[in-house]
């Protein structure tokens, strides 16, 4: 009953707190809020984990001070944070003998002669809050509950460190256990845990360094990705998640249904399933009437709006069944598709190079303390790997081109290099790594035998517009095309591709009614993760991978 | 043919255009772009459309300059977009005098006896340019082409308008059609189309007026969502969207599976589904060797997060395998699901009440042209009524002192009355409309029995500390609780509901390992989408809806 006790305590006045000027707090308080309180209102409520902020009493409990009038609503503010104060330039060293609460999770607790040394986190940053705690210090007596993974509230001073880690730490005043953790069965011992044992405890793994550095870079590269798009003048389209048009290839689709769900007790019965005479699954009876998939790519979907507000994006969730336990494989993953009206390859690939540069040095600017941790310990040297990425011209070469160097080069590949194969990785890395010394290249212009049926015939005959954006290390990172706008050509490219013209009715209407030349690219957010973290197993860059015989949390 | 012609024509060098000084211009070149070109370049490329910018001579062919070397990626500019000329507060004034190209979709070609006006919109704004030709335009030998729907290049000079419905307009020099339109069969006619037909032409809905600008209002609301989180330190999760764990109750799921497809032409047969021997579905066989189901919601995913990183936020797609053919009902829509760690339910109407005003004072400040749309066209009054959000008070009311309300009002209801029974829209429309005179209402301390397994037991052992945040006209918007941090209470809980304590254990670990008291709420993305543009069915509100029978497109 720890968290119980520590609730009720937690909503007693905090202790009134001074805050030091021209601290970051004033920048934080919530800008919209209405301030004036209602005449019949008995008071306002203060956001208790703000507590550094509190200078009123705290109200009485709610259930005894309202009525049938009701009571305003309390003032929401930014919750004062670890990263707050520590993440400045001068790493807290304002806020030395100002009065802070700070509620988190235990990392470590020393204890030496006369003081004991409590590491907390409160997974706004990688850093730390040491706290600096004496017998005399309030709460002392709750001492053995100060464990590995026990939350807890701690109240103090803030004084420089004599430590070489950090320059400040908070003299604790008093300490409060808010929920205990058994230190022998929490999961998440002090010693390095193995990735592999990390995802089968994924409700956990957040707490620590790796996954919380890596949360805290996808949450930056999600949001910086958002505002190159918005800067630019993109608009935001959801594209559809179920989907009964067949027009990837149903064979890496799951299949999304109500049928099986009308099951006993003790599993689905085969003879519950709704059946047509000849034994076939009857989908007229299923939620949508028909076959219905999870969808592998929102870009037909998002051509559909660049034909009307011209340049969009999509970023969500995207599936595909394909049984590869790979670490370059997810079942689930999310991935951003813009789409450019008005636009050909050449902007196709300018696009992709300004949002990959954007996005880069967005959390190189905005994750410093996250990418030294990186670059420490998962991939030394990967800051400036992203530097490169940042500062160097991207290069384009056609994949004619491609072809040509790699004959060139003289070396012996395993995979054979012709004109009209796909080029392999290791084939890309040459060009990257060797051929162009670690410069990213987008190669262009492939064989349209091997590429999709959606992209522009060039006027070669020969090949398509399409692009693959590689970097160093990594390979393909983007893929993208200049669409095919013409309603002759594409229909021409369907039948060769033995597709159905007739379930692409409204994406060849889009031909019909005012084509224009429009190109997008695709990127696997996953994918984007690792190369910017440098984590090996894209099951480590997702919370909650999905892969083949897989799918728990 | 003509969208081929055109797309030669676009490649070609655009005319060289002046800029006027000071323009919204400087402000749009993206900013973090290499402009050095590589020495083995043989030049750079513009991004053609945004032809305004371009002062370069266009570039030969990409297939002939490049060699083995490559040659540098172009530099990517924002598209210069009728918004970006009329959506000033001068509408444009600045830019009278000076040399324009703009591509967009002909709304409206009405030939005068001297003079032609064209309607073009290009999707970045409701205002179309408006275009004037006389019979010595260049290109006016095609303007039996220039028909609603078709695309276009125009090039001009911008001057000021006599119309009233702009300031300025374009003289153009030249038009070239891009891609044509059969003005016949072009779905989308002039005279005003019911929302039930456009939906099944939801590829070319975008292109109307009111769907334009609920896409608009869509991508305004979205970002402004995020904006809000990440300005206040919440870290954006992505919670799973296949899901293995039954948490939610399966009745409303959707199955996610791949033992349909292993299917003989002309669809599944029945006999080609892995069975057990007792003639059960055999889900071992299946992708993920059990059953998975689409998430109804990511909130116990997200509160994993929280219990490391403090306040996250989910922002995805939720499914419901509901048969609801209601104007309020989605098979597939988005959810925003913030969590907030140390925190109780007095935070949680706080936060929820500041993301509501922050996003709806969004919109009125950045979306003004497409809200008077909504205002004049959807719903008269809804500036007033979304104002009202902004500036009045929220008032917070029990549950208990709501039902006591209801029974004080003397009105006769449709439902009944009485403490423990769920409130219905008819009363939760008189508390906010009447009896609160248009405010909006949190209803909070619901009895236990009528909420989910994992609100907080409140202390007077029968309600929960659960909440629902009311709108008047709409409903409610926002449904959210305090979850229950107490093991012992949790565990109770999930008894009394009969709910599967063993399928729970890594939620239950939360509570095990540092538990803290933490509260979130869930908001109907699309919900919110209809309050505020007044649209009023849901299908409406999100690009490609998903419902009983159809997931089309």
Redesign the interface.
Known sequence: ????A??RL??LAPRRLQVPKASPIAALS?P???T???AA?SGR?Q???AAAHASTPAPAP??AA???????????R??L?V??VKGGEDEGAAWVGKELAV????RTCRAQRTVTFVEVN???CLSNMQCVLTPDTEGYDQIDSVTI???V?VEGVVASSQGSKQKVELKVSKITV?????PT???IQKKRASREFLRT????R??TNT??AV??VR?AL??AT?KFF????F???????????DCEG??E?????????NS?E??????D?P??KD???D?SQD??????F?TVSGQL?GE??A?????IYTF??T?R?E?SNTARHL??F?MIEPE????????D???A???L??VV?YILENCKEDMDFFNTWVEKGIIDRLNDV?????????Y???V??LL?SKKEFEFPVKWGLDLQSEHERYITEV??GGRP??I??YPKEIKAFYMRE?D?GKTVAAMDLLVPRVGELIGGSQRE?????LEARLDEQNLNKESYW??L?????????HAGFGLGFERLVQFATGIDNIRDA???P?V??????
């Open positions: 009953m720890a968290a119980a520590a609730a937690l909503r919530f919209l809020q209405r004036a309180p209602l209102a409520r956001r208790f984990c709610a259930a309202t009525g049938a009038a009701g009571e305003a609503v309390g003032e929401f930014k919750r944070r990263a707050d509620r988190g999770w235990v409160d997974g706004s993974g026990a939350s509230l808010i929920g205990k953790s058994d069965s929490f999961p405890v994924a409700h956990l957040p707490r996954f919380g949360a805290r949450n999600a949001y958002h918005q800067d630019n003048g608009v935001w389209v959801s594209s559809p998640i179920i989907t009964a048009s149903a064979g689709q799951f299949y999304v249904t109500t049928l099986l769900s006993a003790g599993g689905s019965l085969l003879k399933i059946a047509t034994g076939r699954v989908w939620f949508f009437c028909k076959p219905a999870l979907n559909t709006y034909s009307a507000l011209s340049d969500g969730p599936f069944a049984n079942a689930e999310w450019l009206a008005f636009a050909d390859l050449n902007d690939m300018a696009c190079t300004a949002y540069q954007y040095k940042v500062e160097k011209n991207f290069i384009h070469l056609s004619t081109d491609a040509e160097l060139g051929a162009l290249v987008i262009r212009d060039n070669d706008e013409r309603l002759d050509y409204w994406y209407d889009l031909r019909r009614y005012g084509s224009v030349p997702i919370p909650f999905r083949p015989g897989s799918a728990e949390f």
